[in-house]
């Protein structure tokens, strides 16, 4: 059964939302350790703010793990064998990212430039196999809505 699956398929058994165990046997290891480190990084930065809810978009999107108090905050997507944060930047935070375009990494403004731009923003999927790509989403997250405080 395992060899079944491909790198990038989503969870879609919709019986029950899964846990700590199935995410990280599903993305791996490495990609777990991100996961828990934005998770950890959510929390000590926006503490309280969110509450986590699982969501199933059906057989083809599958389970995503989605962080929003009024607006969303950003959504996570396990994956096999990896894992995506999506941010959507709505026209404000757009200008936002293009006063900041050249301090970018050059892969983010990339998937900056070639996301699509739908009616409540561009919706960025970052995937996240380092920790520079850790480091664009939380900036990312951070200059869509500032920390109430910063952990030292």
């Not at 060899?3 to 846990?19: E, F, N, Y």
């Not at 165990?21 to 950890?40: C, F, M, S």
Request: net charge neutral.
């Amino acid at each position: 059964m395992e060899q079944s699956h491909q790198i990038g398929d989503r969870i879609t058994d919709k019986s029950t939302p899964p846990d700590d165990g199935t995410v990280r046997e599903w993305i791996g290891p490495k990609a777990y350790e991100h996961w828990t480190e934005l998770q950890n990084w959510i929390e000590a930065y926006y503490p309280g703010v969110f509450a986590p809810d699982w969501l199933y978009g059906g057989k083809k999107r599958g389970w995503s793990l989605r962080y929003k108090k009024t607006k969303a905050f950003c959504t996570l997507i396990p994956e096999y064998r990896l894992f995506s944060a999506v941010v959507v930047l709505g026209g404000a935070e757009r200008e936002k990212f293009e006063e900041r375009r050249y301090v970018w990494r050059t892969p983010l403004v990339k998937l900056y430039d070639e996301a699509k731009t739908y009616i409540d923003g561009k919706w960025l999927t970052v995937g996240i196999s380092s920790s520079d790509d850790l480091h664009d989403v939380t900036d990312l997250l951070t200059m869509k809505r500032p920390s109430p405080r910063s952990p030292s």
